[in-house]
């Protein structure tokens, strides 16, 4: 994301709201700043539309806020409620047909590598988990099996939040939802093991409650799909609307989920080991 992209005309400079101005002042974008250095601005940019306690969008801020180089990244999205959040983040974004990003993905990553063969342009595919583990699967194993350069990043509410509540492929077995009534009748679709054996070089399972471990894993993903292969990390992100909880309970609700079933896992293949140390020292 450019700063000339965001930067407001003298005109409007004082009507814009605090967080605005504070983020165009102090924003990511000449120095790298962490997670630690979240600042009154959001990295979404405007009052976004997503529920109160919205897990997703506070998946799409973390991941926006890990970014190693967010002027040179091109995130890719789809149809779902991150799409909401990301349009209005201060980040390149560009969103595709319903489950067609990691073909997309792939074609832009492949024209970059042509256009500035001596630069880095990471290519991240942004995405809910209906978008990948539903209509998007094929298209996402085959980037993968091809070894695209390229990072897919599930915010996994465990539901079709966008429409109203209909099972995802992620929702976990006997889960009651609004266009699911007598609940779902098979187990999660196991993208992460899916991801390990299809050729990804990294993959982290995290959820919104450990944002340090967002960073880090988004941060090693991005580097990695740079000079060694496909990379994949899976946050849980958990929905109030449609999973029924109150909004104030979004960061408990990941945290049991990440002492249970959706415990923090990692895998690293040599090649990437090698590489990160390398680019570490
Ligand atoms: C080809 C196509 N089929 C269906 C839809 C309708 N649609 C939009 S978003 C969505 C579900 C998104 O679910 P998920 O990817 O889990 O994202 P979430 O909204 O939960 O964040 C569906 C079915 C569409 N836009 N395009
Ligand atoms: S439906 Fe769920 S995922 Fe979608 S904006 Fe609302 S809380 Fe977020
Ligand atoms: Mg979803």
Known sequence: MSL????????????????YR?????????????????????????????????????????????????????????????????????????NTAFGNQNAVASGLKRMLKIRYPDLHKDV??????????????????????????????????????NTGGQESGMSVEGQVLNMAPQGKKFPKIPVFDLARVSGCAYGARVTVASPKKIGQAVKKAILIAREVGPTYVQIYTPCPTNLKFPPNMTIKTAKEAEAGYYSFQEFINDEALEYLKKAEA
């Open 22 to 94: 504070e983020l165009v002042l102090n924003g990511p974008f000449k120095d790298h700043k962490g997670l630690n250095e979240l600042g009154s601005f959001k990295e979404i940019i405007e009052e976004h539309p997503h529920c109160a306690g919205c897990g997703v969008a506070l998946g799409v801020r973390l991941v926006a806020a890990s970014l190693p180089s967010p002027a040179d990244t091109l995130i890719i999205g789809t149809p779902g409620c991150s799409f909401f959040g990301l349009a209005q983040t201060a980040v390149n974004y560009a």
């Open 124 to 161: 991240v595919v942004l995405v809910g988990d209906g978008g990948i583990a539903d209509i998007g699967l094929d298209l996402t194993l085959h980037s993968w099996l091809r070894r695209e350069n390229i990072t897919t990043i599930m915010v996994d509410n465990e539901v079709y939040g």
């Open 4 to 19: 000339k992209i965001i930067k407001p005309t003298a005109a409007f400079q004082d009507l814009l709201p605090p967080e």
